[in-house]
């Protein structure tokens, strides 16, 4: 039913912005309502450039979009610097909002946020779709079965090899606009794929290793760190970085099996992805090889991951709106918890890679 659809705003027209408005344009209980740029020529430049209908308003000025009545839910793509301003302008307007990561600065900033959006009952989340893809939810199946046997070691990684020109101009490493540069553009991924593999449960220390690269003016290229539980002896690691080429893989291993996954934060293909899985493996006789290989487990999906987040909000905000629910707290402390990570690999780099507790 037309009616039905949630109605969103898109506040800023950054590139990711493209990709989600066509998740919204997929999504079956979504639509775009406005689109605001700092400038009316922008936001209707965007309109056009990426052929959206006619119906779509466009917005010359954030707070044009933030007290636009006819907008349930924004979708705010700007820098992380300008995230509290316009989350808590357009939360305090009864607005829902989908926030792109990394949700904040700090873990006080997205305090702020959710805040706002608890007291005025509105649904938080942030932009990680890749939690949103039926592979995830697959390989969550196999991590908790019991054959794995218990989690032992989780690596990540988040790479990719920047030009010049990046690494000079992007927003995303712009001191005062994003000042967690790659370890909140890349870092983030990681940090929320370690803390899914283990069910959303806090490691209790965090230590950032020695492997540090920061450019001249201090900004950080690429950085890496681990995490221990004490009470499982369970660590994770991972790695992030502007400086090597493209890598999103995670690595699960538990007393009885290993999971591994090449494209974690964006699938090699839209309609289908894959994992590998082994489950027991032995050496073979003589130890001339293994017992048995990676079995490749292949999901398909309708729908990008990013039009089935899409849809997962817009079911939340749907059944606040129409069936008087309360907000879903679940997304708001998954984001609260990857920025308290976040902040506590920073910190122990700025302690000399000294370990956090949590
Ligand atoms: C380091 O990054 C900052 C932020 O983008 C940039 O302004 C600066 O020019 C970079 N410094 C060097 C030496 O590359
Ligand atoms: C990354 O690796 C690919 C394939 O090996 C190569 O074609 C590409 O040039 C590399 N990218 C950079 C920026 O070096
Ligand atoms: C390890 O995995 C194999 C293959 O699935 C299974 O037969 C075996 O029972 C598992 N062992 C444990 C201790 O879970
Ligand atoms: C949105 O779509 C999902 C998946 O089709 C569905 O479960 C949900 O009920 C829909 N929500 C609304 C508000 O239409």
Excluded at 117 to 138: A, K
Excluded at 139 to 163: Q, V
Excluded at 267 to 279: G, I
Excluded at 317 to 324: A, C, D, L, T, Y
Aim: glycine share 6%; proline share 4%; hydrophobic share 45%.
């Amino acid at each position: 039913m037309e009616s039905s659809r949630i109605r969103f705003g898109i506040i800023g027209c950054a590139t990711i912005a493209r990709k989600v408005s066509r998740a919204i344009l997929l999504s079956s209980n979504a639509t775009i309502s406005a689109v605001a740029s700092r400038s009316l020529a922008n936001a209707q430049h965007f309109l056009s450039a990426n052929g959206l209908p006619a119906s779509v308003r466009a917005h010359g000025s954030y707070e044009a979009m933030v007290d636009d009545a006819s907008v349930d839910a924004v979708y705010v793509p700007l820098p992380t610097g300008l995230h509290v301003r316009w989350a808590v302008a357009a939360a305090e307007r009864g607005k829902h909002v989908l926030l792109e990561k990394p949700a904040a600065a700090c873990l006080s900033d997205l305090d702020r946020i959710l805040e706002a959006c608890r007291s005025n009952g509105v649904q938080f989340m942030d932009g990680s779709m890749w939690l949103h893809h039926p592979r995830t939810e697959r390989m969550k199946e196999i991590l908790a079965a019991h054959d794995f046997g218990p989690l032992k070691m989780i690596h990540c990684s988040s790479t990719f090899s920047a030009t010049p020109n990046f690494l000079q101009n992007n927003i995303r490493v712009k001191h005062d606009l994003d000042s967690l540069r790659a370890l909140g553009d890349l870092g983030w991924y990681c940090v929320g794929a370690i803390l899914w593999a283990v069910d959303d449960q806090l490691p209790d220390t965090v230590t950032a290793l020695p492997s540090l690269h920061l450019n001249q003016s201090g900004v950080i290229l690429a950085c890496a760190a681990a995490f221990h539980w004490t009470d499982h002896d369970m660590i994770a690691t991972f790695h992030c970085s502007f400086l090597s080429n493209f890598s999103m893989d995670l690595s699960v291993h538990g007393t009885n099996a290993s999971l591994q996954v090449k494209d974690l934060a964006i699938p090699y293909q839209e309609s289908s992805a894959t994992f590998d899985f082994t489950c027991g493996a032995k050496f073979a006789d003589l130890h001339i090889g293994w017992s048995r290989k990676p079995e490749e487990v292949v999901v398909q999906t309708d729908l990008p991951q990013e039009a089935l987040m899409i849809e997962e909000f817009s079911r939340i905000v749907g059944n606040i709106k129409n069936s008087n629910c309360r907000p879903d707290s679940k997304w708001p402390e998954v984001t609260r918890k990857t920025q308290m990570m976040v902040d506590a690999v920073k910190s122990s780099i700025e302690l000399g890679f000294t370990p956090v507790d949590l």
